[in-house]
């Protein structure tokens, strides 16, 4: 709105500068009309604005207001993200498994995908009842989390 008559102010004040500064007659009178049609179209901007098919953007510039909302959402999913990776690391070593690293997707405020990768995961190769999918399990459920959405990696 504030860029609407900011625009709405310099267009009267070119036009009165050009009806002052061009001498009488015909010249005059041809850019009056000129600077009075362009004026015109320029003001009935926002009319024209409400019937485009554009809907993130309308006449007061909320295409500018939803990019900054989505922004504001972006860096929140970040630092909740951040937060949870750090919670999950506390509660893994309080357990004794060293985490490397520790990614956490979130979607719609909802954890998609937790990534694990432990530092101290030794496995005997020859024991067949422990498995990283075993070892998955038991973090999942350390971290209270759906088995689904954790991967471990070791």
Avoid at 13 to 33: D, E, Q, R, Y
Avoid at 53 to 72: L, Q, Y
């Amino acid at each position: 709105m504030k860029e609407y008559v900011i625009f709405a102010f310099l267009s009267v004040a070119l036009f009165t500068l050009v009806k002052i500064a061009l001498p009488k007659g015909k010249i005059n009178s041809a850019a009056t009309f000129v600077i009075s049609a362009a004026m015109f179209l320029c003001l009935l901007k926002p009319v024209f604005a409400l019937f485009s098919s554009d809907k993130t953007e309308n006449v007061f510039g909320k295409s500018r207001e939803f990019s900054e909302a989505t922004e504001v959402t972006n860096y929140l999913g970040r630092k909740t993200e951040e937060y949870y990776e750090k919670a999950y690391c506390e509660v893994l070593k309080r357990d004794n498994l060293i985490c490397e690293k520790v990614n956490v997707e979130i979607c719609d405020n909802k954890i998609k995908k937790i990534e694990i990768y432990l530092s101290n995961l030794v496995i005997a190769e020859n024991n067949e009842h422990i498995n990283i999918n075993v070892i998955a399990d038991y973090v999942a459920d350390l971290i209270g989390e759906e088995r689904e959405i954790v991967s471990v990696y070791g």
